[in-house]
């Protein structure tokens, strides 16, 4: 055998081995395998590929895996795009509690795609991810609030929510808005209530980092 055949070879057992392997991994592995084709990290990129990895994951139960699927059917990458399956396995990753899927299922709702336009759910779903600390629900939370979509206008609540989660940290498009709308919440805020907000927004964040501890804690113990 030549060297670049031996070269081909090597390199063919390399894409191979995910597959050879498959029966053996746990479905977070799995997941990780789908990513490897979706962003072509290691391998040619193949969304076909990936979206049969995730979906062998989520069959094994992983959230990640799940809305992972939901993106890829979202925005089509693989499959024809499909905003009712992409809400169908937010839901799967919702009924596990999954923060990030109750925010994205929450915006599906707000936008009506996929599903009937609802303020109500929406912010019963932003609701849920907020009270786990997930900065972009509390965010989209706290935009609820200052607009009054789905619930009573809050300005104060909503500045504290928005306040807090820009300083856990969201994704560099919503900071931009956040930013924007809590400058607006400033100003519509005397004095006195923006110090209240203030106030609420550094008992979120001390919360949110005992539940951090604690969870942390836990981990240990097991």
Not at 24 to 32: G, L
Not at 83 to 94: D, G, Q
Not at 167 to 182: C, K, M, S, T, W
């Amino acid at each position: 055998m030549s060297r670049v055949q031996a070269i081909v070879v090597a390199a063919l057992l390399v894409l191979a081995a995910p597959r050879i392997f498959a029966a053996e991994v746990d479905p977070e592995a799995m997941n990780r395998i789908g990513v490897r084709y979706a962003t072509g990290s290691g391998v040619p990129q193949d969304f076909v590929a990936a979206l049969a990895w995730y979906e062998r994951a989520a069959e094994g139960g992983s959230v990640s895996a799940m809305n992972n699927i939901a993106t890829m059917h979202f925005h089509g990458l693989g499959v024809p795009q499909n905003y009712e399956e992409a809400v169908k396995w937010l839901r799967l990753a919702v009924k596990q509690g999954d923060a990030a899927a109750q925010n994205r299922l929450g915006t599906m709702y707000e936008d009506g795609r996929g599903v009937p336009k609802s303020e109500h759910d929406a912010f019963e779903l932003f609701s849920l991810a907020a009270a786990q600390g997930y900065a972009p629900g509390m965010a989209n939370l706290g935009h609820a609030y200052a607009g009054g979509s789905g619930v009573k206008r809050d300005e104060i609540h909503a500045y504290a929510l928005i306040s807090a989660a820009i300083e856990i940290g969201v994704p560099r498009g919503q900071r931009e808005a956040a930013i924007y709308e809590l400058g607006a919440l400033s100003q519509r805020l005397d004095a006195g209530q923006v110090e209240r907000a203030q106030a609420d927004a550094r008992a979120l964040l001390e919360t949110r980092t005992a539940s951090e501890a604690d969870a942390k804690s836990k981990m240990k113990e097991t």
